[in-house]
């Protein structure tokens, strides 16, 4: 997953749809399957996943920090995923961080009553790379900013990584 959220990170601070282009293309040439594909559909819109609601990731981030502080840190950064990489607790485990297609195919396979407690630990696992990228698709969006073909226009609003379900 590090590979994966690394390159989310780079792509959100490159405005050039070229040099973007150039990033995802050697990330794909150095990414084994499954993890290539799901990296390819989750840059497209195309991977759809049940994810957490917005109002349940902050109620679970509450449960986890002060909730003034929580509000003040959202305040600042303007964005619940990042408000959540940012003050969620690692988790007290060793547990390595999980591949891209372990939380794909977790998220996939938790029926819906789990999956507040299995989003809960993921990013607990990933935590530690501090990205925003398991808190986005948590409630369902991650690398806005990727140009897109074929205008190479930027969609900032869309929902990129997952998708509600």
């Known amino acids: 997953m590090k590979p994966f959220t690394a390159l989310v990170d780079r792509l959100a601070v490159t405005p050039q749809p070229t040099h973007q282009i150039a990033l995802i293309r050697t990330y794909l040439q150095q990414t ?5 594909g799901y990296a390819l559909a989750a840059l497209t819109g195309g991977l ?10 902050r109620a679970m981030m509450a449960q986890r920090a002060d ?4 509000d003040m840190s959202l305040d600042y950064v303007g964005d619940l995923a990042e408000t959540v990489a940012l003050l969620w607790p690692p988790s007290q485990t ?5 591949s891209l297609s372990e939380i794909v195919q977790t998220l996939s396979d938790t ?3 789990e999956i507040e407690a299995v989003v809960a630990r ?3 696992r990933l935590r530690a790379g501090g990205t925003i990228c398991p808190a986005a698709a948590a409630h369902g969006r991650c690398s806005d900013g990727v140009a897109h073909a074929p205008d190479q226009s ?3 609003g869309a ?7």
């Open 122 to 124: 993921l990013v607990g």
């Open 32 to 36: 084994p399957d499954p993890d290539r």
């Open 159 to 165: 929902q990129r990584w997952c998708v509600a379900g």
């Open 154 to 156: 930027r969609d900032r």
């Open 94 to 98: 060793n547990s390595p961080p999980p």
């Open 67 to 70: 909730p003034v502080l929580l």
């Open 111 to 113: 029926p819906k009553p």
């Open 48 to 57: 759809t996943l049940r994810a957490v609601r917005p109002a349940q990731l």
